[in-house]
């Protein structure tokens, strides 16, 4: 038994059940590839299969149909995009006495660079005249939201108490994607002074928007330190 199939017995499924998704996350990865390499209406099943280096049968017994594949491939990619989100920002807090909304507004916007997001507005853009795939994309990009909302509670617990929390998050998304955005389809430089500029802007204005709980949580943690 090789060090695969050991893996897989350890976590109680079968070799086979394991190969199948492994091939599955295969195919979807060159998906993303390919609408990021050549573009949303260019990409074909073929072109993906080569990409994912399986075979037309395979493609199939995953994906009968190229409408399976996309809804698949839209989930997989906001799947891949909270999952960065939520351990870049749990990593960058777990030291942390307080969130860090500076370095975290700076770690998201990295985020941003990624090919993921390429790849989201990619979509974005295509489904403007696209309506399957227009029709796909609206649920999974509320999903996402929502998702999206939820983990940032979770991270940033002690902000997710302020009264501003869902404006002050709704602000930095919107803002930031934007930015970035217009950076993809201008294909200029990332980051201009302008938008330098406004970034810093907004780290200011999110930092006084949580003004209620940063300072009764320093209050609290100022009592804390006295009665030790």
Known sequence: ?????????????????TKSEQTKTAILNAALDCFLAIGFNKTT??????????????????????????QASVRHLHRKRLE???????????????????????AFWDQLQSPLFAVYCELLVA???????????????????TAWREKSEGIFPDLAQSEQYGL????????????????????????NAQSKVMIEWLKS?????????????SALTAAEHQRK
Not at 84 to 105: M, P
Not at 208 to 217: A, L
């Open 1 to 17: 038994m090789n060090e695969k199939q050991k893996s897989a017995a350890n976590d109680g499924k079968s070799w086979q059940k």
């Open 127 to 145: 489904s403007r005249t696209d309506a399957e795939l227009k029709g796909t994309l609206e649920p999974a990009i509320r999903d996402f939201q």
């Open 84 to 106: 960065a989100f939520e351990d870049t920002l749990s990593k960058l807090n777990e030291n942390a006495d307080f969130t860090l909304v500076g370095e975290g507004i700076d």
């Open 45 to 70: 099943t073929e072109k993906i299969a080569k990409q994912a280096n399986v075979s037309r049968g395979a493609m199939l017994h995953h994906f009968p149909q190229r409408s399976d594949l996309i």
């Open 168 to 191: 002050a998050t709704a602000l930095t998304r919107y803002l930031l994607e934007g930015i970035a955005f217009n950076a993809q389809v201008a294909e200029g430089q990332i980051l």
């Open 205 to 217: 204005t999110v930092r006084e928007m949580f003004q209620d709980v940063q300072i009764s949580k």
